[in-house]
């Protein structure tokens, strides 16, 4: 079975300053997409950045950007150049690739406060 | 609609109750998501659909859950005989594709916040 571990519950970071959230995985198997997904107090639930396993190069979305390290099973997320409205949870989410059908799992959270 | 939508948006209830969750998915969106998120957790996946039929329900707790999608679009998520731990936000999200043969991207409404007392 394959499991997200999110180890930071909560974290803070100055407006304009650069946070890494981590995360670990844990899987047998070889073809995947790891994610990460921003839950601001709406609830609705927004994807930041996605990244196949195939892969070698690191995904980047503007400010956000990951470093992902198969070997180690490692996937954190940097967010550059923080501004308030980045304020949220954050969650480190897996899915298997090429099966008859998939279903995303998450890690817990990681909750991110964003000061003025 | 332009996104996914969720009603109701908050619904309170009374232990034993049945209540029934709406969701209605992004047109032309065939892959349609059950989650469950309880209280300081990520969301756990329930059920999915592809089309009409239930492709993997395993995530179902119990038989007192039970979702269904008549018409390949609306989807609802029934609870029979609720329970306090049943008590969550539950979210839906669809995408254009089987997930894990499209671009892996899901599309999440803004869920219905479902409290048992």
């Known amino acids: 079975a394959q499991t997200v571990t999110q180890s930071q519950p909560e974290m803070s970071v100055q407006e304009a300053e650069t946070v890494t959230l981590s995360c670990t995985y844990d899987t047998s198997e070889n073809n995947y997409y790891l994610f990460w997904y921003k839950q601001p107090p709406s609830r609705q639930m927004i994807l930041v950045i996605r990244q196949e396993a195939y892969k070698q190069q690191n995904a980047t979305e503007n400010r956000f950007s990951v470093n992902f390290q198969k070997a180690a099973k490692s996937f954190s997320l940097k967010i550059s150049d923080s501004q308030l409205g980045d304020t949220a949870m954050y969650f480190c989410?897996?899915?298997?690739?090429?099966?008859?059908?998939?279903?995303?799992?998450f890690g817990k959270g990681t909750k991110l406060s964003v000061k003025p | 609609g332009a996104g996914v939508s969720q009603t109701p948006s908050n619904k309170v209830t009374e232990k034993g109750k049945y209540v029934e969750l709406r969701c209605d998915p992004i047109s032309g969106h065939t892959a349609l998501y059950w989650y469950r998120q309880s209280l300081g957790q990520g969301p756990e996946f329930l059920i999915y659909?592809?089309?009409?039929?239930?492709?993997?329900d395993s995530g179902l707790p119990n038989d007192r859950f039970f979702a269904v999608r008549p018409e390949g679009s609306v989807s609802t998520l029934k609870i029979q005989r609720t329970e306090r731990g049943d008590s969550a936000v539950y979210l839906c999200?669809?995408?254009?594709?089987?997930?894990?043969?499209?671009?892996?991207?899901?599309?999440f409404g803004e869920g219905s916040r479902l409290t048992v007392l």
């Open positions: 999200a669809s995408s254009a594709n089987n997930l894990a043969r499209g671009t892996g991207e899901l599309f």
């Open positions: 659909f592809q089309g009409t039929g239930a492709a993997d």
């Open positions: 989410a897996f899915t298997l690739y090429g099966g008859s059908q998939g279903n995303l799992i």
